[in-house]
């Protein structure tokens, strides 16, 4: 999503807050996280049948670049690490990655709400618009950002 580290805590911040991202990658498949205003995240995550709520933040320390920072409960369990939540987990490559393949403005699959519109199969990655076609919505979606 950003190619290098000359973004700030800000820019990075203001291009999560409030959107909506998907992200795919070969270990955990398609996930898509609404990252609200308030600093709450909103995890739809393959399989499971709710929304797995967070936190999420951006820090800077001195000389070093941006990170993006999950804090999930410590009921939830990540199977790819093997790693209970509970604690704050900070990654620069959640940025700069090629995980991130659309970002939407707002909510527009309600994950605030705790609920998601179907559970994501585990075994395969989607886009943004095969996800769209899976859910019960009509509206148009407003891409900030879409790789192809």
């Not at 990170?67 to 790819?80: A, L």
């Not at 940025?95 to 519109?117: E, H, Q």
Request: hydrophobic content about 30%; some cysteine; overall charge positive.
């Amino acid at each position: 999503m950003f190619n290098s580290d000359k973004y700030s805590a800000v820019d990075i911040r203001d291009s999560f807050k409030g959107n909506t991202v998907l992200f795919n990658d070969s270990s955990h498949g398609t996930q898509i996280e609404y990252f609200a205003p308030d600093g709450r995240a909103y995890l739809w995550y393959p399989g499971n049948t709710r929304a797995v709520q967070g936190l999420w933040k951006v820090q800077k320390e001195p000389k070093k670049v941006a990170q993006i920072c999950f804090m999930y409960p410590q009921s939830s369990y990540n199977p790819t690490t093997k790693q209970r939540g509970g604690k704050w987990e900070c990654n620069f490559q959640v940025i700069v990655s090629d995980t991130a393949k659309a970002v939407v403005a707002g909510d527009p699959f309600s994950l605030g709400t705790g609920r998601i519109p179907v559970p994501l199969p585990k075994e395969r990655t989607l886009s943004l618009d095969q996800v769209v076609a899976m859910t019960p919505r009509d509206e148009n979606l407003k891409y900030l950002y879409k790789r192809r």
